[in-house]
Nanobody
């Protein structure tokens, strides 16, 4: 059974940093792509970053490129999202997600963690 549990959200000021964590069970990183998404109030859920199985290649949305870093710790079964230089527009609920490498859609989702950035 796959479980994804996010943590690390909170209220910060613009310019601050936060690190989100996703505790993963039931997934082997070699064959799954792990992603982070976010959803702001009244908006669609948007892609933030993903890290591929195997080599762990990272891809980022343009809006976070250079500020956010996705990483994983295979020994701890954890996925992280380091967020630096936060902006008020980064305010959203952040979700961890997983999909098998050959699937198009993400199959598994966490419950989300709130990030609020004040100006």
């Amino acid at each position: 059974q796959v479980q994804l549990v996010e943590s690390g959200g909170g209220l910060v000021q613009a310019g601050d940093s936060l690190r989100l964590s996703c505790a993963v069970s039931g997934v082997t990183f070699d064959t799954y792509i792990m992603g982070w998404f976010r959803q702001a109030p009244g908006k669609d859920r948007d892609f933030v970053a993903r890290i591929s199985g195997g080599l762990g290649t990272a891809v980022y949305a343009d809006s976070v490129k250079g500020r956010f870093t996705i990483s994983r710790d295979t020994a701890k079964n954890m996925v992280y999202l380091q967020m630096n230089s936060l902006k008020p527009e980064d305010t959203a609920v952040y979700y961890c997600a997983a999909r098998k490498t050959l699937r198009r859609d993400y199959e598994y989702w966490g419950q989300g963690t709130q990030v609020t950035v004040s100006s």
